[in-house]
């Protein structure tokens, strides 16, 4: 991915959003610009407007951590934007070189992670990499996105399941809004990793096959999965609403552990529990199937 054209994207994109009374400027005479004009970022900045131009133009490479602090308080980032700048900023520096690429670990889940989903009966929960990736799931989270894990075609990936299968926009009640975050959180990935390959390739078919993907990309909006509330609507249980905690592993995976869970006394309590009957209902009668299909050993 061209770490110059999402420097360059990203930083027109907040300064356009900003009208020059939320920044304290007063606005004289026709604007051509919807938001602030570069000069008058330069100026909440502190640094000259030739500066500036050659930042919004791409160019991060050995800027201050005091430019960078300046540029997000001019352009009102928040913390989430300002920690994608960052990022972009270090992605900024020397490519690294094809042999360093292809020593690239791809993460795998360790067998004390999988324990731990699978010691949570009651609780859908999985494991989701740094690209969307459902690597490990206990059978309750299986059973929760179970039309995902039925098509074959999102190879167990949530944004592939958000915008290319028509049941996603049933299943999230407020698709919209979880389509947004996922762009951002694959936002925020590009940023860190630009010379991720699998990363720049899913991006690239999202943006191929989705027309809501490609507007939301062009957005440049970030977003971090951390805790929510989702309204799901499961075909065999009906709408479930959920506290989603979403917590990375202490490591330089890029794991996380997704958790979903219902208060005490809810209908979405009772949902769960039906799901889980339902997971392990269909789970006895596939291992009872397995067990009576007939051996073709000869005795």
């Known amino acids: 991915m061209n770490n110059l054209a999402a420097v360059s994207a990203f930083l027109r994109s907040r300064r356009d959003k900003i009208a020059p009374e939320q920044a304290g400027l007063p606005a004289y005479g026709q604007r051509r610009v919807p938001g602030l004009r570069r000069g008058e970022v330069a100026t909440l900045a502190g640094v000259s407007v030739e500066y500036y131009t050659r930042l919004e133009r791409g160019n991060l490479r050995g800027v201050s951590d005091s430019v960078l602090d300046a540029l997000a308080q001019a352009l009102r980032l928040d913390d989430t934007e300002r920690m994608y700048l960052y990022d972009l900023a270090r992605a900024a520096g020397p490519a690294p070189g094809a042999g360093a690429r292809q020593r690239e670990v791809r993460p795998t889940v360790r067998p004390s992670v999988t324990r731990i989903v699978e010691g949570m009966p009651e609780l859908p929960a999985y494991v989701m990499n740094n690209r969307l990736d459902?690597?490990?799931?206990?059978?309750?989270?299986?059973?929760?996105?179970?039309?995902?894990?039925?098509?074959?075609?999102?190879?167990?990936?949530?944004?592939?399941?958000?915008?290319?299968?028509?049941?996603?926009?049933?299943?999230?009640?407020?698709?919209?809004?979880?389509?947004?975050?996922a762009v951002g959180a694959l936002r925020i990935e590009a940023g860190k990793?630009?010379?991720?390959?699998?990363?720049?390739?899913?991006?690239?078919?999202?943006?191929?096959r989705s027309d809501a993907f490609r507007v939301m990309w062009g957005s440049h909006d970030v977003h971090v999965f951390r805790q929510s509330t989702k309204r799901l609507d499961h075909p065999l249980v009906g709408v479930l609403e959920l506290d989603q905690e979403t917590m990375s592993l202490p490591d330089e995976s890029g794991l996380s552990v997704v958790v979903y869970s219902a208060p005490p006394g809810t209908a979405a309590e009772d949902g769960l529990k039906l799901l889980a009957?339902?997971?392990?209902?269909?789970?006895?009668?596939?291992?009872?199937?397995?067990?009576?299909e007939p051996s073709n050993r000869r005795p």
């Open 134 to 181: 459902t690597l490990a799931a206990n059978p309750l989270g299986r059973a929760l996105y179970s039309e995902m894990y039925a098509d074959p075609s999102c190879g167990a990936n949530v944004a592939r399941f958000a915008f290319f299968n028509p049941a996603a926009r049933r299943f999230y009640a407020d698709w919209e809004r979880m389509a947004r975050f």
């Open 193 to 208: 990793s630009p010379y991720d390959r699998e990363l720049s390739n899913l991006i690239g078919e999202l943006s191929t």
């Open 277 to 292: 009957n339902w997971s392990a209902t269909t789970g006895q009668e596939q291992d009872a199937d397995s067990t009576s």
